[in-house]
């Protein structure tokens, strides 16, 4: 599984959850003149990304505005989600614990569980439920499916700029082409080193 794809979700979760609160309370769509227009791209950000003044802006308006508890209930599910994958031994450089992994997905779905009554959190949780596996895979094993999909986006691509096929030979001759051109590597490039999952990394010096 790809890690992109449950963030993904979440972010999309979230933005739903905002759709509806702006038109349950103005009857319309956001505008920016609303406090809820201001944050949204914040709230599609990742913590760590977000300035002081940013962070500070976010969490004030959703807590100061008692409409806003469901947003602010959908992003504290996402970074409970982001909190999981980034044990990831891409992201933390170690291995992580099964018993570490576990604990944190408790976490998560005891979050959704608490606050199912936000029926889009509800659904999240269903939807991760079904993904438990494939999620704490990844997560165990740093493994993931991001280049064959990388593969399957450009062959895609390819079928539009052609307007589709008619010869499945021909499709398959260029799917091959497109997913093979060689690419130019800076002679000044550094190999990155490969991370596995053997036991505790460090940053190559």
């Known amino acids: 599984m790809d890690p992109f794809h449950p963030v993904q979700l979440a972010n999309r979760m979230l933005t739903t959850v905002r759709w509806r609160i702006v038109r349950n309370k103005y009857g319309r769509r ?12 914040l709230l599609t950000r990742n913590r760590e990304d977000l300035s002081p003044p940013q962070l500070a802006k976010l969490w004030n308006t959703m807590a100061d505005d008692p409409t ?3 947003p602010h209930l959908a992003w504290i599910t996402k970074e409970h989600l982001r909190d999981l994958l980034a044990l990831r031994i891409t992201r933390s450089h170690t291995t992580p614990a099964p018993s570490l992994a576990r604990d944190h997905w408790a976490t998560l779905l005891t979050w959704c569980a608490d606050h199912a009554h936000v029926d889009e959190i509800a659904a999240f949780a269903r939807t991760l439920d079904t993904w438990r596996d494939e999620i704490v895979n990844a997560v165990l094993t740093g493994a993931s499916n991001a280049g064959s999909e990388g593969i399957n986006r450009i062959q895609k691509l390819d079928a539009r700029a052609a307007f ?9 001759r260029r799917a091959r082409t497109a997913t093979r051109r060689p690419r130019k590597r800076s002679p000044n490039a550094i190999s990155r080193n490969r991370l596995w999952v053997t036991g505790p990394q460090h940053h190559p010096d």
């Open 30 to 41: 956001g505008r920016k003149t609303d406090p809820e227009y201001g944050i949204k791209r």
């Open 68 to 70: 806003l508890t469901d």
């Open 164 to 172: 589709g096929y008619r010869n499945p030979d021909n499709q398959r």
